[in-house]
Each structure stands twice: as structure tokens, then as C-alpha cells.
């Protein structure tokens, strides 16, 4: 089953190429009248190896200040292979690995008979019902019945409306979905959001233009679309027509929806119409109906990100006939579900996925279970990963490492040419306000649903039912600052503008980025400025600066200061334009904006803060190591927390709709605009990282 990120309401910006599921912890306010030592390192001499770097992944032939990328990664791409069952493989994908293989013999243990411990079991059935492929082919397509049979009785809009709501209720999302969201109005309260979604393609973009290989894309779908109607049983003649239905209604949904940059700007999501409101606007659509189906009837505070789109998506309902209709559902489901059905439903998918991500081989079987475990019980298999991979000195450090940045980003707010006073002020109380979240919940979740050991189906319904319950039963009270957004396992961090607060899970702070005893200048590069301080500087950008130290949507900013920003944002959205994804395929300045700044402030910020913490020791840390010195270990150890091989078909669908740049940019798109780099390196002006020009936004 496609995860359940549902169209998300908050404007959570992530470190890496994407983001995940939930997770509980009381989030640390950050204490800026220290700068603790961050993870402390031997005085002793140390090998390259012993400092976090990693010796074979260097091309010592290349020039750093000619190619940064090639010359600390260089080693790494000459040999590296992407597994045939991956779309990646590289530094985050390596970690992700050792995450998966520790967690498959948890689970396979939890699998075994006899086992007592209540949680073990629980994630050890739903993994070994996962595994028991016979049970799954016998099922074939028969957990879908239920849901089928209310899409067959569609025969006009309210019928319609019916079925939409019934699937609804299972976490998938035909013409929209419906999630909690914090009041961007009053961060302190939780209201319901709706928010566009129903398409398959990877943005609404892919059902009209032609650029790169955006036809052969909507091609291949569209032949994916007509093969999973035939394997649900319909004659060549229906499939053709439920192909065509299918595919009129979601372009049409395409059509009504907001782009990707245009969402950029939280106000262009933000509409508080509330219900009185939404059946205004939309009044052919059930809207009682569908929040007494969810057990949220008494709902009234409601969000819209358009409200506009809800009117057209009325519309569409009403003029599509109920034969269409009931084939875009009878997609919604399928394509939902698929993952969960028999091998054929499984091989189907994943013929379209190898067209958009390039990926060659199905991953195994044991592989897409833990994935599964990990999005549905992430918590309890989480307790395991905590306790084999993150413990010692390691949530200490990590404290550490983040109050050094933060304190580092205190005294950049006060330097800051194109902040004037007002906004100066305002910026250091919600850089004194900013929580963060470390390694692992406080208190871990329960898990309320019972598990079979003999139906996966019926496990992923379970699962999608409670959690839609659990996110729903959020509406209507105040913010629950501990409710975490990844899981602890995961290999990436978030900053939330709603909540002021970054998220650091276990699964980040690994080596290569992290750990105790590595040279403080690896973690301060790969951590302090890739993670920590990328997601800290989410607070001060373009949509960061739109929310106030308590989450409220506020503009903080004074008008000077917003001008003057906006001018040191074209320099960086004018400068990533320039780069190629793919040949022929060019990023979108716009949209990778606010990523790229976080990637360039949080290098710089965190180098600042790897001087000062240096500054502060006693006994410091070692100089030189293997000949390098300890401001040419902070970069090249940024530089391979980058180091990635990405296939081609994925890296073109990631430059259309991915806010992040390709890790080569993210590598040489930063250092030229880092004064520490060219001063570490030795760089003469004029040389490729060391360009006539760079952008100062941070």
C-alpha cells in the first residue's frame, strides 16, 4: 500500500530527497547561553578512516577547487554500482541498509513461535503475514470486496460521493483528502484540513506537457492503468473504456489543482473557511456525511487549500457519467492496495515504477514487509533500533553538537546586512524558541489495533484505519508539541514552521554523518551544517520567515528586510537554474529556492560554529590528519554525506517535482558560495569553486 502521507497541510521541510511517516518526545528548548562541546574526539593523531572520512570514496587526482564533488566523491562514483532492487545507492542508501539488515533479524525473531514479549509479537505477526506469500495469492484481490461493492453502486454523484467517503476512511484519497493541520491562524490549536490529491502520475504537469520524457511517462501509465484493469477481470473493450475514464477525470483533477512552487507560499494554502464555508463553496459534495463517516461530525473549524478546486471537483463529479466515475475509483483503490494484493498486482506496479525511477529489479519480499512494519508500527520496531544503534554518548552529542549550531546561528542573526533591527529582534526570540526533537520518542506510542498472523490485507486496513483515527482524534484539542513525524529508524530529518522545531531521528545520527569520536569537524560538516543547520535555517526562509516563533502564519519581517532577502534569493534561484539534472533537463530555481538556501546557510552556519566550539577547547582537536587540516575535514566530510549515484529516470521526475537538488549540486552548488571553503582549499579566484560571483544569503 502507498504510504498514508495524504496531501500534508504542514509545510514540513525535509533535509533529504523526501519525507516520512509519524513518531514521541518532549522537544529540548535550546540553551543559548552556552555552547556545550560537541562530540569530543581523541587528542591523539587519528587515520582518515578514524576521523569519519572515508579514504576510497577520494578522487586525490582531481583538483577540490576545480570539481569539489568529483574530488570527495570521485572514488565512490567510479565504483559504486546502484543495486538493480534501488533507484540510489550512496552514503544515505548505506545507512538505510545497515538500518534494514539489523531490523530484519529483529523482525524474523519476532516472527518466531513462542515469542511472549507483547510488542515483539505484535511486530513479529505482522511481519510473518506479510511473508506468507501462499496466504497472500489465495487472497488475491478478496480484501477489496467490501470496497468494491460500494464503487459498483455508484450511479450518480451522491452514490459517488458514497464511495469516496468509504475510501476515505481506509486512508486513500480520490479528488482530496482530509487530514488534522495546525491552525496557521493559532499554532496552538489542531483543525481539520482538506487538500488536493488523486493523481497517479508525479505531478499534475506530467498530464499535459511533453518536456523530457513527460510524454513517455503518460504513455507508460497509461498502459500500467489499462493492465491493472485487466487483471481485475475486464474484457479488452472495458479496459479501454475505464483506461480513458480514468485518465479524463485525473487530468481534469490536474487541472483544478495548485502547482508546486505556487505552494511554496503558505498563505496560497491557507484558507480558514470552515464548514459553513466548504458546503458553501462546494455544496454537491456530502461534506456531513463524510466527517460523521470518520467520527469527526462535530467538526467545524476547516482549512481549504483552495477553495476553488473543491468547487471544480464538484463539477467533475457531477458531469462525469457513473461508469467513469466508478473506474477512477476502482483505480484509487487498486493502485492503493496493490502492494498488498497478489504477485501480479505487485509486478504490475512496479513496471510503472521502473519507468519513472529506473529501478530494474522488484526488492525482496523481506525488504517491502520491514517497510511496511516500519510505516505501520514504526514505534515499537523503532525500541529495537534505539537500543542497538543509539545509545552511550550519543543523544548527549547530538544535544551538543545542536546547541553549538544554534548558538552559531545567535551570533549570524546579529551580523546580518540585510536584516534591520525589528526583524533582528524577532528572529532571535524564535531562534531562542526552537525546540528540537533527538534520536527517539520520550514516550513510544501504543499501537491499539490487533494484528493477524495470517491476513496482511487485513493488517495494512487495520493499520490505515487506526492511524487515520489517531490523526483525526487530533482535531479540536491543543498541539501535541512530542507527536514525531519520522519514525526512529529513518535516514532523514524535518523542520517544523508550525511547530518551530527540527527533528533530528536515531537513523541521521550514523556514521558516515555522525558519531562519538569521530573528528568534531566530520560531525560538525556532515551533521551540524547538512542536518542541523539545514533544517534550522527552514525557520528564516522564504516560508520559514512566513511563520513567528510560536508557528503562527505572521509576516515577521519587515518590508526592507523582505525586499532585501528576496534579492539574495534570486542570486541562488538564478544560480541553480544554471545546473542540469539530466541532460537537456535544467533544475527549477524556484522550487529547489528554499532547499538550496538551507543547504548554503546551514554549511556556513555550522562552519562558524565548528570555529567557535574549536576556539573554546582546552585540548583541541587534531590539526592535520592524513594532511589534511580540520577546515578541509568539515567540507569534504558535507561533501560525502553527498556522495550518490541516483538513476537517470529518477533524477528527471526529481528535477520536476522535488524541492531538493541532485546531491552533485548540493555539493558543488553550496561551496562556491562558502568563503571558509576557498580560504580552507587555497582557491584562486576565478577557479570553478571559487567563482567571480556567489550568493549571500546567510
Not at 88 to 103: F, T, Y
Not at 331 to 354: I, N, Y
Not at 420 to 445: E, H
Not at 550 to 555: E, F, I
Amino acid at each position: 500500500m502507498k504510504p498514508r502521507d495524504l496531501p500534508a497541510r504542514a509545510a514540513v521541510a525535509c533535509a533529504f530527497l523526501a519525507c516520512s511517516g509519524p513518531a514521541s518526545q518532549t522537544p529540548v528548548q535550546p540553551d543559548q547561553s552556552a555552547t556545550q562541546p560537541a562530540p569530543a574526539a581523541p587528542a591523539h593523531a587519528m587515520t582518515l578512516a578514524e576521523s569519519g572520512i572515508v579514504p576510497d570514496w577520494l578522487d586525490r587526482s582531481v583538483d577540490p577547487c576545480q570539481d569539489f564533488y568529483a574530488f570527495s566523491c570521485g572514488g565512490f562514483m567510479k565504483t559504486a554500482e546502484i543495486p538493480p532492487d534501488r533507484t540510489a545507492w550512496g552514503a544515505i542508501q548505506l545507512v538505510v541498509k545497515e538500518n534494514e539488515d539489523l531490523l530484519r533479524k529483529v523482525l524474523e525473531a519476532a516472527a518466531a513461535d513462542g515469542v511472549s514479549d507483547p510488542a515483539q509479537k505484535k511486530i513479529g505477526d505482522y511481519y510473518a503475514a506479510c511473508m506468507d506469500e501462499e496466504a497472500v495469492e489465495k487472497a488475491g484481490t478478496a480484501p477489496l470486496d467490501p470496497f468494491m461493492a460500494v464503487i459498483a453502486r455508484v450511479k450518480d454523484a451522491k452514490s459517488a460521493a458514497d464511495a469516496v467517503i468509504e475510501l476515505q476512511t481506509i486512508g486513500l484519497a480520490p479528488f482530496f483528502g482530509l487530514t488534522p493541520t495546525q491552525d496557521y491562524g493559532d499554532a496552538t490549536q489542531v483543525i481539520a484540513s482538506v487538500d488536493q490529491a488523486g493523481l497517479g502520475l508525479p505531478d499534475r504537469d506530467y498530464y499535459w506537457k511533453d518536456e523530457g520524457s513527460m510524454k513517455s511517462v503518460r504513455t507508460a501509465y497509461r498502459a500500467h492503468v489499462g493492465r491493472m484493469f485487466a487483471l481485475l477481470g475486464k474484457k479488452p473493450a472495458e479496459v479501454e473504456a475505464a483506461v480513458a475514464s480514468t485518465i479524463r477525470i485525473e487530468t481534469a483533477i490536474a487541472r483544478a489543482q495548485q502547482d508546486k512552487v505556487f505552494r511554496r507560499d503558505p498563505h496560497h494554502i491557507y484558507h480558514r473557511i470552515d464548514r459553513v464555508g466548504l458546503e458553501k463553496v462546494a455544496p454537491g459534495f456530502p461534506w456531513g456525511a463524510l466527517l460523521e463517516r470518520l467520527g469527526i461530525g462535530g467538526v467545524t473549524a476547516i482549512t481549504a487549500n483552495d477553495p476553488k478546486y473543491y468547487a471544480a471537483i464538484t463539477r467533475i463529479i457531477a458531469r462525469e457519467k457513473p461508469a467513469a466515475l466508478r473506474s477512477y475509483l476502482t483505480w484509487t483503490l487498486v493502485s492503493g492496495m496493490a502492494s498488498a494484493l497478489s504477485r501480479p498486482f505487485v509486478d504490475e506496479e512496479f513496471a510503472f515504477e521502473k519507468v519513472v525511477s529506473g529501478m530494474k529489479q522488484l526488492p525482496p519480499r523481506w525488504r517491502r514487509c520491514y517497510d511496511d512494519v516500519d510505516r505501520d508500527l514504526g514505534q515499537l520496531l523503532g525500541q529495537s533500533y534505539v537500543a542497538q544503534r543509539f545509545g552511550g554518548q550519543s543523544k548527549p552529542r547530538a544535544i551538543e553538537l545542536t546547541r553549538a549550531v544554534l548558538a552559531a546561528m545567535g551570533k549570524e542573526l546579529e551580523t546580518l546586512p540585510w536584516m534591520d533591527a525589528p526583524t533582528r529582534a524577532a528572529a532571535q526570540k524564535k531562534l531562542v524558541k526552537m525546540a528540537y526533537l533527538v534520536g527517539f520518542p520520550d514516550t513510544w506510542r501504543v499501537y491499539d489495533f490487533e494484528v493477524s498472523r495470517t491476513s496482511h490485507a487485513t493488517n495494512v486496513l487495520a493499520a490505515a484505519r487506526f492511524e487515520l483515527h489517531r490523526q483525526l482524534a487530533k482535531i479540536g484539542r491543543p498541539v501535541d508539541r512530542n507527536d514525531w513525524l519520522m519514525t526512529p529508524p529513518t535516514v532523514n530529518a524535518y523542520y517544523e514552521p508550525t511547530l518551530n522545531e527540527l527533528a533530528l531521528p536515531a537513523g541521521q545520527l550514523q556514521p558516515p554523518f555522525f558519531k562519538d569520536g569521530f573528528h568534531p569537524a566530520v560531525n560538525f560538516g556532515a551533521t551540524g551544517g547538512g542536518t542541523i543547520g539545514h533544517e534550522m535555517t527552514h525557520g528564516f526562509d522564504d516560508e520559514g520567515s512566513q511563520f513567528d516563533s510560536d508557528g503562527n502564519l505572521k509576516d515577521w519581517w519587515s518590508p526592507p528586510t523582505g525586499e532585501k532577502f528576496k534579492q539574495a534569493s534570486q542570486c541562488v534561484i538564478d544560480q541553480y537554474a544554471r545546473y542540469e539534472a539530466v541532460p537537456g533537463t535544467r533544475l527549477d530555481g524556484k522550487l529547489t529556492a528554499g532547499e538550496n538556501i538551507a543547504d548554503i546557510g546551514g554549511v556556513k552556519i555550522a562552519y562558524r560554529a565548528y570555529q567557535d566550539w574549536r576556539a573554546a577547547q582546552s585540548v583541541r582537536p587534531p590539526a592535520v590528519v592524513d594532511g589534511f587540516t580540520d577546515d578541509q575535514l568539515y567540507f569534504m566530510s558535507y561533501a560525502q554525506s553527498w556522495c550518490m549515484k541516483v538513476n537517470p529516470e529518477r533524477l528527471e521526475v526529481l528535477a520536476r517535482s522535488d524541492p531538493h537538488s541532485p546531491p552533485e549540486w548540493r555539493v558543488k552548488g553550496v561551496v562556491v558560495d562558502q568563503p571558509g571553503f576557498a580560504e580552507a582549499f587555497q582557491c584562486r579566484a576565478g577557479a570553478p569553486m571559487r567563482p567571480d560571483k556567489s550568493c549571500a544569503v546567510w
